[in-house]
């Protein structure tokens, strides 16, 4: 019996999805390959591929781990639907800024996996509910998503081709940023005022 043996007895699908967004959490997800997984999980790669087949695989499903952990409670009155989706957004980017360095792939690898789709069709019959049609709560339910992403992209700033030192700009010239800037721009609280303003427009518009 080899030591990577009991290390492989160990492990499962889900270990090695879990270790892989930790890796790419921790060193941006295009470090991440799967020999530097293998070396985390105390194994050879090859080890990995009885787990995921190829490392697209290994991306698909790290993006599945990301989208099914946050599950819009899809509960109460179906007039309702614009307070859960809201509820889901901000849990969705909860879970997307707990993991950086897979933002970028949610925001460029479609969910394709039956768990991950499964949710989006609980989420549109949700919505049919009220009245929407298929087509209108698909695109509901994108328009939401797509807006998270964005703004989790713009707030993490964690994707490849970020400069390691980002350069202040003057602002001596540029009055109104200067004073935004010192109303404090660009913190978390300022993040999420900007999020919360962005959603709450987006659901007004939808619920009209």
């Not at 307070?83 to 949610?106: N, S, T, W």
């Not at 969910?111 to 049609?133: N, Q, Y």
């Not at 713009?154 to 940023?177: I, M, Q, R, S, W």
Request: aromatic share 4%.
């Amino acid at each position: 019996m080899d030591a990577a043996t009991p290390r492989r007895a160990g492990l499962t699908r889900e270990k090695v999805l879990n270790a892989a967004l930790d890796l790419a959490d921790r060193d941006g997800v295009e470090k991440l390959s799967m020999r530097r997984l293998g070396a985390e999980l105390g194994v050879e790669a090859m080890t990995l591929y009885h787990y995921v087949p190829n490392k697209a695989a290994l991306l698909d499903g790290m993006v599945e781990r990301v989208v099914t952990a946050v599950r819009p409670e899809l509960d109460g009155p179906a007039d309702a639907w614009p307070e859960r989706l809201r509820d889901f957004a901000a849990a969705f980017r909860a879970e997307l800024l707990r993991h950086p360095g897979a933002i970028v792939l949610v925001a460029t690898r479609p969910a394709r996996s039956a768990e991950a789709l499964r949710i989006v069709e609980d989420t549109a019959a949700f919505l049919g509910r009220a009245g929407i049609a298929p087509v209108d709560a698909l695109r509901i339910v994108n328009s939401v998503a797509t807006l998270v992403i964005g703004q989790c992209l713009a707030e993490a700033a964690t994707t490849p081709g970020h400069p390691d030192e980002p350069t202040d700009a003057d602002l001596t010239a540029l009055p109104v940023l200067a004073a935004a800037v010192a109303g404090g721009l660009g913190t978390p609280e300022d993040h999420r005022a900007r999020f919360d303003l962005a959603l709450d427009a987006l659901l007004a518009g939808l619920r009209r």
